[in-house]
């Protein structure tokens, strides 16, 4: 993307002390933003995210970092995942991202090490609690997900509600995640004080993410109040996900059996459930998308949608 004066008009200080030319981040969605979304998001002159979900592994990472190629990108892992995966972690650290994100849990031990090697550090939060014990554990920035979101996060507070809040004791940079996929959306928060935005949903159906095709076509068919917060695949997946960070997800056949003719309220077995998500079966797979999620009107390149975006907030911020 050539840099441009609306481009400029968007810098915060946080995304200048990254070199970004746009203070966008593409959230790190397992199963989704891999290196060839990061690198675009790059290109795009933001920051890529390459994600590892709960099917996260040393293997699945070292292959997306390869895809990144030769571009600055940041890696997302989830709390749970990295305590399980051994080496995933040592691996994360030894590609040297510009930024490492790992939420979804309570042990922050990892961040001293981490910026020891010299990277910086995030997480995502949902309170001013939260929000505290980052900061008090050293993490160099907050990432304040509010319950508009897709995928896992804890369901508490709307994103501008908790932005405010964050954003009256944040002693680091906050970026703004959950709901955020138009212009006026990233105006609205870089507005509020927010350092840049974390955007999940608005490029999970972007040309280079790694969505299936039929997720990809549940998502542009979707409208922002088919999206449903649920626990129910892992539970039948049997994943260790706190209690706490249910999923907002698509809704289908599992999260709202009554919507089928003949009405089945049993549950898919695992082995069901896995054969649906290996065969991409939106009707039982889960497709994780945020309220955002009606804003998604075709499948583009990331670089057309983040610079609509920025342009689009940019003419909203200057007038």
Same mark, same amino acid.
């Given at each position: 993307?050539?840099?441009? !004066?609306?481009?400029?008009?968007?810098?915060? !200080?946080?995304?200048?002390?990254?070199?970004?030319?746009?203070?966008?981040?593409?959230?790190?969605?397992?199963?989704?933003?891999?290196?060839?979304?990061?690198?675009?998001?790059?290109?795009?002159?933001?920051?890529?995210?390459?994600?590892?979900?709960?099917?996260?592994?040393?293997?699945?990472?070292?292959?997306?970092?390869?895809?990144?190629?030769?571009?600055?990108?940041?890696?997302?892992?989830?709390?749970?995942?990295?305590?399980?995966?051994?080496?995933?972690?040592?691996?994360?650290?030894?590609?040297?991202?510009?930024?490492?994100?790992?939420?979804?849990?309570?042990?922050?031990?990892?961040?001293?090490?981490?910026?020891?090697?010299?990277?910086?550090?995030?997480?995502?939060?949902?309170?001013?609690?939260?929000?505290?014990?980052?900061?008090?554990?050293?993490?160099?920035?907050?990432?304040?997900?509010?319950?508009?979101?897709?995928?896992?996060?804890?369901?508490?507070?709307?994103?501008?509600?908790?932005?405010?809040?964050?954003?009256?004791?944040?002693?680091?940079?906050?970026?703004?995640?959950?709901?955020?996929?138009?212009?006026?959306? *990233?105006?609205?928060?870089?507005?509020?004080?927010?350092?840049?935005?974390?955007?999940?949903?608005?490029?999970?159906?972007?040309?280079?993410? *790694?969505?299936?095709?039929?997720?990809?076509?549940?998502?542009?068919?979707?409208?922002?109040?088919?999206?449903?917060?649920?626990?129910?695949?892992?539970?039948?997946?049997?994943?260790?996900?706190?209690?706490?960070?249910?999923?907002?997800? *698509?809704?289908?056949?599992?999260?709202?059996?009554?919507?089928?003719?003949?009405?089945?309220?049993?549950?898919?077995?695992?082995?069901?459930?896995?054969?649906?998500?290996?065969?991409?079966?939106?009707?039982?797979? !889960?497709?994780?998308?945020?309220?955002?999620?009606?804003?998604?009107?075709?499948?583009?390149?990331?670089?057309?949608?983040?610079?609509?975006?920025?342009?689009?907030?940019?003419?909203?911020?200057?007038?």
């Amino acid at each position: 993307m050539t840099s441009t !004066p609306q481009d400029h008009r968007l810098a915060t !200080p946080w995304s200048r002390s990254l070199g970004l030319r746009v203070p966008v981040v593409n959230a790190p969605m397992g199963g989704v933003a891999g290196g060839r979304l990061a690198a675009a998001v790059d290109a795009a002159g933001g920051l890529g995210m390459i994600g590892m979900g709960s099917a996260g592994s040393v293997a699945t990472l070292e292959r997306e970092v390869a895809a990144a190629g030769d571009t600055a990108f940041g890696i997302g892992l989830v709390d749970w995942v990295r305590e399980h995966e051994t080496g995933l972690l040592a691996t994360a650290i030894a590609a040297g991202p510009r930024l490492l994100s790992i939420s979804f849990g309570t042990d922050l031990t990892w961040v001293p090490m981490v910026r020891a090697a010299g990277i910086r550090t995030a997480t995502q939060v949902y309170d001013v609690p939260g929000a505290h014990r980052a900061q008090d554990a050293g993490i160099d920035v907050l990432v304040v997900r509010g319950s508009e979101g897709g995928g896992h996060g804890a369901d508490r507070l709307a994103l501008l509600p908790l932005l405010d809040a964050v954003l009256e004791i944040a002693s680091v940079p906050v970026l703004a995640a959950g709901g955020i996929g138009s212009g006026r959306s *990233l105006a609205a928060v870089l507005a509020a004080g927010a350092a840049g935005a974390w955007l999940g949903t608005g490029l999970a159906a972007a040309e280079e993410s *790694l969505l299936p095709e039929n997720a990809r076509r549940a998502m542009l068919a979707a409208d922002s109040t088919h999206t449903v917060v649920t626990t129910v695949f892992d539970e039948v997946l049997d994943l260790p996900w706190p209690p706490i960070y249910p999923a907002r997800v *698509l809704r289908n056949d599992v999260t709202d059996p009554w919507s089928r003719p003949e009405f089945d309220e049993e549950r898919p077995t695992a082995e069901v459930l896995r054969a649906a998500m290996d065969s991409d079966d939106v009707t039982i797979a !889960p497709v994780d998308a945020g309220q955002g999620v009606g804003l998604i009107r075709h499948v583009e390149p990331a670089a057309t949608i983040i610079e609509r975006m920025c342009a689009d907030a940019a003419e909203l911020l200057g007038r």
